[in-house]
């Protein structure tokens, strides 16, 4: 594992590339188990996660071409097992999304409980009761024994949580069942509809991705498709936010306009000058000015993803912010660390944090939770005056990718430390 010595203080500058989506990578990789011809994804994000994923689909029989890169050729024309490798699930969340395809090729899925960040807080009823209304039946065992001998059934049903990936497994799973399933209390995420556009390329019949009810018409023998991942509206977030918090000036290239209303609306109430300006997203210096209240929400709202970095940018704004996150109460108790850097805070509850700035941070050792508290803490990190050591920046990494070249290329003093 590596540590990442940062020196706070400098005014960051210059342009930044994003990657693509990682939370449209993990599902568009599952999607390529549905068929037996050829998928090609590209500008895949270099990221840890994605690698874990497709070693998941080498583990069960694929030909995966293009680890390492951002081009992934995939064909699954056998999967030769249902249980994919418990330690790459161990270290993937989004290894969850694997268990559609699988009830589709085999039957029969087994999966060890998935790892990632807040395995405890982010459950899978959610997962399991869309399966289980599609003829799943889930046998005793260790981690998740799921079966369907009778294969996949289309059905109506209501998700009780919009989660993403309850919506992506629910909507992998329906693609494969003969006939037409409609899901209700859908999540509208960009990520979601991108996951469908990709599997009406290769022949399922889909309305109503990016609204509350999908419809999947599924059964159909499916080909392959090609796909180009959209750019990553949280990683441009990320760096947008990076920017704000240093006084720096920098533009964010490869994000949808669509996708980044959402992160300038909320940069916008902190008093941050920023927008787009052709194809890039710009953030000028500016002086940060407390937003009063800034809640999370399901999409269009503000993104639960980027609720830790926007308190770090709060710690730099003039007056009180109230930071209310409904949706995850383990995010708020990651920043604890924000209050050994000299921050103003108050932990209201789980989910309510009042920030209090402006505030000098200062650098110190710094221990990265989660994947986006630690791009929050490297970002406070940059703020702060002195040195700061964040560890492990692996967990950052697995959303990051070409982290520390990016942070070097805008200007920002880091090493990397065995």
């Not at 594992?1 to 342009?15: D, Q, V």
């Not at 949808?256 to 890039?280: K, S």
Request: with cysteine; charged share 20%.
């Amino acid at each position: 594992m590596s540590k990442l010595l940062i020196e706070g203080g400098r005014r960051l500058a210059g342009r930044v590339e994003v990657e693509g989506n990682k939370n449209a990578a993990l599902p568009l990789i599952a999607a390529c188990m549905l068929t037996t011809d050829e998928c090609v994804l590209t500008n895949m994000p270099l990221i840890s996660d994605v690698d874990v994923m497709a070693r998941l689909l080498l583990d069960l029989g694929a030909t995966v071409d293009g680890i390492g890169t951002t081009t992934l050729r995939i064909r699954c024309q056998q999967i030769i097992k249902d249980e994919p490798d418990r330690m790459l699930v161990g270290r993937l969340r989004g290894s969850v999304l694997l268990v559609g395809p699988l009830l589709a090729r085999r039957g029969r899925a087994r999966l060890a409980p998935p790892g990632g960040d807040f395995p405890a807080r982010r459950a899978l009823s959610t997962h399991l009761e869309a399966l289980a209304s599609m003829g799943t039946r889930m046998l005793e065992g260790p981690g998740h024994q799921l079966e369907v001998p009778d294969g996949l059934k289309p059905t109506s049903m209501y998700l009780f949580e919009a989660s993403v990936t309850a919506t992506e497994t629910a909507v992998l799973a329906a693609a494969a069942a003969t006939g037409v399933s409609e899901i209700r209390h859908a999540a509208c995420e960009p990520h979601v509809v991108e996951l469908c556009e990709f599997l009406q390329r290769m022949g399922v019949g889909i309305t109503g991705a990016g609204t509350s009810t999908i419809r999947v018409a599924g059964g159909a023998r499916l080909g392959g498709a090609e796909h180009r991942v959209w750019g990553d509206y949280i990683d441009a977030g990320s760096w947008a936010v990076i920017a704000a918090v240093t006084g720096g000036d920098i533009e964010i290239a490869g994000a949808r306009a669509a996708d980044m209303e959402v992160v300038a609306a909320v940069l916008t109430r902190l008093n941050i000058q920023c927008g787009m300006a052709g194809d890039l997203f710009r953030v000028e210096q500016s002086k940060p000015k407390a937003a009063g209240r800034l809640t999370t929400g399901l999409w269009p709202g503000f993104p639960s993803d980027l609720v830790s970095l926007v308190t770090v940018l709060a710690t730099q704004a003039d007056g009180r912010t109230l930071v209310h996150d409904w949706m995850y109460e383990l995010r708020l108790f990651a920043l604890e660390q924000l209050s050994a850097m000299s921050a103003d805070l108050f932990l209201c509850d789980p989910h309510r944090i009042i920030v209090t700035g402006p505030r000098r941070l200062r650098g110190r050792p710094l221990d990265s939770r989660d994947l986006r508290s630690g791009m929050a803490l490297i970002a406070a990190a940059l703020a702060a005056d002195g040195e700061s050591l964040l560890a492990e920046l692996e967990t950052v990494q697995r959303g990051y990718g070409h982290l520390v070249d990016r942070l070097r290329t805008l200007g920002a003093k880091v090493e990397l430390v065995p």
